[in-house]
Structure formats: C-alpha cells, structure tokens
C-alpha cells in the first residue's frame, strides 16, 4: 500500500505520465480498500478514476461499495445514471449513423432523400438495436439489483458477531476470559461486527502486558482504520500519533487532526426492554492509557475495543452527538 501512496504522489508530479496509467494506479487502490471494506477511500479513489477516465468499471465498483455499505438507493442512482448515460450516447450514435444512410446520391452526383418507409423502417430498426443492446454490464446489473440487496441482507445475517474467543479451545477461552477479568476487564455477550478478514487476537506478553487489536471508526466518512497490535499501557494520544501521521484522505477539508477529534468508545448490549441491540458511546481522554478505560466502572468490552473518531469542527460532530447515546463519565448515560 506504501508503494502504491508513493506512485500517487509521483504522478500528482509527472505531467508525462499518460491518463490510463493514473487510472490504473487509482484504480488498484481502490481494489485495496475494498478488500479490507474501507469502502470510503475506495470511493474516493474511484471517483479520481472517473474523472481521469470516465470508463464504466469505476462506476459499477462505485455502486458495489454503495451497496456492501447498504446504501442501495446511491448504489440504484448511479447504476440508472449510466444506464441513462449510455442510452443517449447509443441514439446519438444511431441518429447519426441513419442520417448518413438516409442519403441518396443519383447518377448527377446530387443528394435526394430516399423514401419516407425505408427511413422509418431503418430508425425503427435501429431502436430495437438500441432496446436489445442496452448497455449490458449495467442494465443486466440494474435488473438484478434487488437480488443483489437480498443476497447482501442474508449474508448479514450470516455474518455472526465477531467473537474474539470464536476458534479458541475452551482451555484457551478460560484462559483469555481470566486473563481480561484479572485485569478488571468486564466483558459482554454480545460482539461488535468487523471484517472477517481482520486478525483479531487478544494476547498476553512475557512482561505480563496485554496487546489489543483495536477497530478505527470514521463514521463521517464510512471509512475504517485497524491497530493489530496496540499495548495495554498505550494512551489514545499514542494510538492518534500513529493515525494521523499523515493526513486523512477522505477529509477533504483537513478537519481531522490530533488536536480538533474527539475519541468514543463503542459499547453494544440488548436493551432488555426493547429487546433490540443498542450502542453507546463512552468519551474518551488523550491522556488516559487503553487499560484504564477498559477497566472504567461504566465501561465494557465487545470483542475487541472499537473507538469512533469526530473532528468538532465538522457538522456532523453535533449530529453524531445528537443521536447516540453518550454516556456522562459521571453520571448516566444522556441522549
């Protein structure tokens, strides 16, 4: 991925470099996003493509992280849009290729229109054309779409929480479960979903520290970051050190640094009235290490540790902290 930032960063340079090669670079990080569902960057790294060149590929992978995101209405408008797009290039085509065959030229080399029935039998004939080749990989796709929504509902429902304990022997459970409690770890039932590509291992070290993988979360820009390997004594100022050692690609505005975001805790459990899952979201010091907000009185762990990260420059800081349920590190949770 370093090698593929660095070409990124030549060819923002090379004014030589041809077209379809910043495509092709573009386009191979976004391959790379994708398979770790950082579907945010990979559509910021597809729409560089499209605008490079605007070939029909980017916008089905767009419409494809649209909907691994389960934003089908955008995954829907995009598909339309070049469906749309296509058709009208298609009948410009055809009215310009009838135009030219409508014309007859008789023996004093002077043009005549031909017969009115030849010409609508062509144009006739070549709407249907038009009707039977409709632009295949994204009408055979729009056709399809609601499967394709269906298909991804079930998979979701497949996709069991991500447990941290899910292959482990049961001596290896009991061990691990003892390990967190000693250290004054509570731990919850029910686990947060991550990608099921992530490694996620919880481990104990000869020096008696535990290390934690630890999911990012940019919810602002449906984006991920994942710490395989953060320290029980790291604090979040160490863990933001790391993160923002260079910008943030999708934060067009440079919003997001170490000293304008704001650090949360997610925490999931059933809502035993609403018998529904529910989050909540425990705020965060820089100054205070990994092993102390877990051990916090209103704190628990789902898995592994997952912590959501807002600028408080942007809007959507104050919408965020209008809809979820921020706990007070003082008091109850408030609304």
Do not use: W
């Not at 298909?151 to 929480?161: F, L, S």
Request: aromatic letters at 8%; proline letters at 2%; one cysteine or more.
């Amino acid at each position: 991925m370093i090698y593929i930032c660095d070409a990124i960063e030549h060819l923002k340079e090379d004014k030589e470099v041809s077209p379809e090669m910043k495509y092709q670079i573009y386009f191979y990080r976004s391959g790379i996003h994708i398979m770790v569902k950082n579907y945010g960057y990979a559509i910021e790294d597809l729409n560089q493509c499209t605008s490079i060149l605007d070939k029909d590929e980017a916008h089905l992978k767009i419409a494809e992280c649209y909907l691994a995101m389960e934003e089908h209405q955008k995954a829907k408008k995009i598909i339309e849009q070049r469906i749309k797009a296509k058709s009208i290039i298609s009948n410009e085509n055809s009215i310009k290729k009838d135009s030219n065959e409508n014309v007859y030229v008789n023996s004093n080399n002077q043009e005549t229109d031909i017969d009115e029935n030849i010409i609508n039998k062509k144009t006739t004939n070549s709407k249907i054309v038009t009707k039977e080749d409709p632009f295949d990989v994204f009408s055979k796709f729009n056709q399809n779409l609601e499967k394709i929504k269906i298909v991804e509902v079930e998979k979701q429902k497949k996709i069991q929480n991500m447990e941290i304990f899910k292959n482990m022997k049961f001596e290896e459970k009991s061990k691990l479960t003892k390990i967190l409690t000693d250290k004054g770890i509570k731990l919850k039932q029910q686990f947060h979903k991550i990608p099921l590509n992530y490694e996620a291992t919880i481990y104990l070290d000869q020096e008696n520290i535990i290390h934690f993988p630890v999911l990012i979360v940019y919810e602002e820009f449906n984006t991920t970051d994942y710490l395989r390997d953060v320290e029980e004594n790291s604090l979040i100022s160490d863990v933001l050190d790391i993160l923002f050692e260079e910008n943030l690609p999708a934060d067009k505005e440079k919003k997001y640094n170490i000293n304008t975001v704001k650090c949360y805790l997610e925490m999931s459990e059933i809502d035993p009235i609403l018998k529904k899952e529910t989050n909540t979201y425990f705020p965060l010091r820089s100054d205070e290490s990994l092993i102390d907000i877990l051990k916090h009185s209103k704190v628990h762990m789902n898995g592994i540790p997952v912590i959501f990260i807002i600028s408080q420059l942007t809007k959507f800081y104050t919408h965020f902290l209008k809809t979820k349920i921020i706990l007070n590190r003082k008091s109850k949770a408030v609304l």
